[in-house]
Each structure stands twice: as C-alpha cells, then as structure tokens.
C-alpha cells in the first residue's frame, strides 16, 4: 500500500510540473513540436499507405479483369481443360455462389499492321500477343474487361472479324511513351490487322476497340470471338484454355474452390483450381514485399526525425532549468517524478500531433486520393489505411516520444544537485 501511495504521488507531481511548464512554455516551441510529430505521424502513414493501395488496386485489376475470384487452367502436360463439359455442369449447379463464368480459348499469335503499304524486305510492325477466344456476354458478367474499353467499343456476340486490342499493343492512347518496337504503332479504330499463327496460317482483323485495364497480363493480350478462334484453331469441339468465375459471396470462395476440386478429382483430376490470390501472379506479391520495404524504410526514417526532435527539444528545455530542477531536488522532490515530467510532456506533445495528423489524414488526405487517385500505368494509388496499419504506427510513435523524452530528462536530473543548482 505504501509503495502504491508513493507512485500515486510521483505520479500525481510528474504531472503538475508537466502541466505548469507546458503552460509557461514559449508557444513557438510549443507550435514546431507539435508540427513536426503531426509530419512524423504523416510521413509514417501516406507513404505506407499509397504504396499498400497501389499494390492492392494491382490485384484487384488483375482479378476484377482476368482471373476472377476462382480460376481454372490445366494442369501441366495438358492444352485445354479436361473434362470441360462436366466442370461446367458442377459450376453451373453452384449458381447459389456464381455470378458469371467466362470459358476462354488461347492462342499465340504474331500481330502486323499496315502490312498492306510495305513492299520488298521490309517488315510491317508487328508484335506477339495471346489471342483469346471468349464470349462476349460471360466476360461481361464475369470481369470488368467490357468497361475498360479506351476508345471504341467491346466486342459483341454478333463479330466475326473484329479485335479489341491490349493497350500495351499499341502507341498514342495512353501517356505512356510511344513507339516501342514491340507495338504495332497508332493502329486507329476501323484500321485492319493481320493475326499470323504458328501453324503459318492468318486471317485479317478490324480493330473495333482498345482496352486499357492497368494489369499488364491482360492489356498484352487481344480478344476475338470464341467462334472464329476455335475455327481458326482447326478444332472440331469445344476446348477451352481456362476458365474464370465470379463469385458472388466472397466468404464462399474457398469452399468453392474445395467444391470444383472434389468434382475434378472424381472426374480424374485433370485441373488446377485456385483462388483469386493464388492465380494472381508471384510478380506481385514481390512488388507488395518491396513496396512494404520501402515503406518501413521511410518511416523508420520519419520516426528517427521524431525521435531526435523531442529529443533535442526537451534536453534543451532541461538543461536550460537546471538551477531549477536541482532546487526541486533541494526541496525534496523526487527525481522520478521530475524524470516523469519530461516524458508527459513529450506524450503530451505527441498526442496532439497525432490528433492533427489523424484530422488531416481521414478528413483531408483519404478523401483527395479516393477522387484524384495517383495514375500510374499499372496502377491507381489511393490510400489504404487499413486499423491495425495505423495502430502500429502511432503506437511506434508514442513509445519513440516516450523514450526520447526519458533519455535526456534522466542524463540532466541525474547530475549531483549541488552542481545544477550553482550551474556547474
């Protein structure tokens, strides 16, 4: 009981002297210190953050725009899915969860435009690109591919020759530099292309749209009529290179998932089948770990600036009162509680540096990015501040201002009292 009365006590001083000299303080001082933690908090979290939103809108470009929220392919050794037609059958009978499926056919062809105009050995532009057979009406219910048209239009069931081109096949749509030797150049709505295959074969397109998604696996690939790719292919059924479901109960995708491998495995498991996240591919989560890094980089960084603020701030405030601390000793007061002191008032500080920087953050910073989010070719970043992301930072913050308010407070009250009191 006696030690609890004696820490009540330190407690109760530690905070009375905080509170005179936070009072007494010259309101400058006061003013940097509390701006400086506001930009710490600010630096710890917008960096982080845009670079968590930036990777997070990379897969959901890819997911919302190829593999949807399950995905089938075949396994290795195997060109199209095996035993498409009973797949389907147990997809269609999962209607309580899917929302759309969209079947799609492969094929790797050599694009060339303006082939026309060239004579002799000169070659025409041209560029490599996956063809993809797909029905216009599922892809639309499936994935957002429809709504990424950038000019044009999207393909309609009714097409036989037209193409609706990747981004990344062609120069002047987007701001991105143009004239790379693996685009075809300015191709133009209505212009024609020449789709060349391996087996020799080709067959001339009418461009009708151009699709810019972000997601560099889809915008590197062009898309045709399922109809006219399979009769292209010379194959007398049906065959599909994969398979992408939307589901609408995102909680149900990994029974899902368990559902379609139990049904392929009593049909001789012939599949893979995945989730969104595990068909998105290993390149981002890469980029999410070095963004991460980067990110902890920077608010190391801003916590050290913090850190050595508050710390220079309240040595010079205690050296700048040791006459007065040591006749405080004089008197009687406990050195703890003057320790004490100088760590509220760097808490104190920090505190409401914290609570500028959160106004600022969610009432400000959040709503600019969620209007105009930062544009970048693979990606648009808004900021992602997730709980326990901001949690984590302020209480980094707080423990940092804790310390670097006790170091200082105890190398100068620790001096002999005599000493502080003649200055010494």
């Known amino acids: 009981m006696k030690k609890f009365d004696y820490l009540k006590r330190v407690v109760n001083v530690a905070f009375f002297i905080a509170t005179k000299s936070i009072r007494r303080g010259p309101i400058a001082v006061k003013l940097v210190t509390v701006f400086i933690l506001m930009l710490t908090l600010l630096n710890l979290t917008v960096v982080g953050g845009l670079l968590n939103g930036i990777t997070e809108n990379v897969g959901d470009n890819i997911k919302n725009s190829f593999v949807g929220d399950v995905f089938v392919e075949p396994l290795s050794g195997y060109n199209y899915i095996r035993n498409e037609s009973d797949l389907f059958s147990y997809i269609i009978k999962g209607d309580t969860f899917v929302a759309g499926y969209s079947a799609r056919l492969l094929k790797g062809v050599i694009l060339e435009y303006d082939y026309k105009n060239v004579s002799g050995n000169k070659k025409p532009p041209s560029a490599g690109t996956t063809l993809v057979g797909i029905s216009p009406d599922?892809?639309?219910?499936?994935?957002?591919?429809?709504?990424?048209?950038?000019?044009?239009?999207?393909?309609?069931?009714?097409?036989?020759?037209?193409?609706?081109?990747?981004s990344a096949l062609v120069d002047g749509y987007l701001t991105s530099p143009a004239g790379n030797s693996d685009t075809l150049g300015h191709v133009l709505i209505g212009d024609k292309v020449r789709a060349r295959f391996a087996n020799g074969a080709t067959f001339e397109f009418t461009v009708v749209g151009i699709t810019n998604t972000k997601a560099s696996s889809v915008d590197q690939r062009s898309f045709v009529n399922y109809k006219i790719l399979r009769q292209l292919s010379g194959l007398a059924t049906n065959e599909y290179s994969e398979i992408a479901i939307r589901i609408s109960d995102q909680a149900a995708a990994t029974s899902f998932v368990k559902y379609l491998k139990d049904a392929d495995a009593r049909m001789g498991y012939k599949n893979d089948i995945k989730k969104a996240d595990e068909a998105i591919p290993k390149a981002v989560d890469d980029l999410k770990k070095a963004f991460a890094l980067i990110g902890n980089i920077v608010g190391a960084t801003a916590i050290l600036v913090g850190l050595?603020?508050?710390?220079?701030?309240?040595?010079?405030?205690?050296?700048?009162?040791?006459?007065?601390?040591?006749?405080?000793?004089?008197?009687?007061?406990?050195?703890?509680?003057?320790?004490?002191?100088?760590?509220?008032?760097?808490?104190?500080?920090?505190?409401?540096?914290?609570?500028?920087?959160?106004?600022?953050?969610?009432?400000?910073?959040?709503?600019?990015?969620?209007?105009?989010?930062?544009?970048?070719?693979?990606?648009?970043?808004?900021?992602?501040?997730?709980?326990?992301?901001?949690t984590l930072r302020i209480t980094i913050l707080m423990v940092s201002s804790l310390i670097s308010g006790f170091i200082p407070a105890w190398f100068i009250i620790r001096q002999n009292t005599l000493n502080s009191i003649l200055g010494r």
């Open 138 to 166: 599922a892809e639309a219910a499936t994935t957002i591919l429809p709504d990424k048209v950038i000019a044009g239009r999207f393909l309609n069931n009714n097409d036989w020759s037209a193409i609706v081109l990747g």
């Open 308 to 390: 050595v603020t508050v710390f220079v701030i309240i040595f010079v405030n205690a050296s700048s009162r040791k006459k007065q601390l040591g006749i405080l000793k004089a008197q009687g007061i406990e050195p703890s509680a003057l320790i004490l002191s100088y760590v509220f008032q760097s808490l104190f500080y920090t505190f409401i540096g914290v609570v500028m920087g959160m106004v600022i953050l969610f009432f400000f910073l959040q709503g600019y990015f969620e209007k105009n989010p930062l544009s970048l070719p693979m990606a648009d970043g808004k900021l992602l501040l997730g709980f326990d992301y901001i």
